[in-house]
């Protein structure tokens, strides 16, 4: 196959998955599991995981060293633009102006679903502030588009509510949003496992972004693997191209005129 590398703001990723690093036993755990998915870009929630903020306490990048990874930090747990922005504005402090954000603007704190009206504003303020923004979303396709208008490097609509695990429920919404875009889709929650993954993947996704899948599966590493290949398996098979569906088999040969 010839190269097939993923693009987000100007650089280029062997690996589609993308993963979390919250509610992992501990960090050694975090680090195995993240070897194990083969993940390139990692996203850090930056206000419940220390990357410097609180020299004392164990900090998160001795085991995810910048050089090896793309830090991704996010803005998990923001419900207003202000709170987003700042967020943002301290991990570019504390990452040596690192520029490339993973947005998000909650609105419920039962379903964690995005704030579309705030989130559109706090994109269109980091995007003037020079961020590069990935954004989280719900799965409408008009919204989908209008963040990428607003100049966002890569949209991230749901699958499903943040940490449910029940897959991908509206197909053709991601399919829609797919299909009209021109920038990196990547299906950011509601993952729950493999297959889950690899429908993303053979719907035509740039990308999957997952935590929860991995860290509370019985065995997260394993899991992690697990992840790995239905990535894999899934972006080959969508470049593959899928038999058309029908009602029953046809004969791969004809048998008219053949003797029984």
Known sequence: ???????????????????????????EETRQAIEASGAEIVTIAVRRSNIGQNPDEPNLL?????????????????YTVEDAVRTCRLARELLDGHSLVKLEVLG?????????????????????????????????????????EIGCVAVMPLAAPIGSGLGIRNPYNILEIIENAKVPIIVDAGVGTASDAA???????????????????????????????????????????????????SASSPIDGTFF
């Open 108 to 148: 419920d704190e039962k379903t964690l679903f995005p704030d579309v009206i705030a989130t559109l504003e706090a994109a269109e303020i980091l995007v003037r502030d020079g961020f590069q923004v990935m954004v989280y979303t719900n799965d409408d396709p008009i919204i989908a588009k209008r963040l990428e």
């Open 62 to 78: 001795d085991v995810l060293p910048p050089e090896r990874y793309t830090l991704l930090p996010n803005t998990a747990g923001c």
């Open 199 to 249: 429908v993303a993947m053979e719907l035509g996704c740039d990308g999957v972004l997952m935590n929860t899948a991995i860290a509370e599966a019985k065995r997260p590493v394993l899991m992690a693997s697990a992840m790995k290949k239905a990535i894999e398996a899934g972006r080959e098979a969508f470049l593959a191209g899928r038999m058309p569906r029908k009602r029953y088999a």
């Open 1 to 27: 196959m010839s190269d097939d590398s993923l693009n987000i703001a100007g650089r280029s990723y062997r690996s589609r998955l993308l993963v979390g690093t919250g509610k992992y036993r501990d960090l």
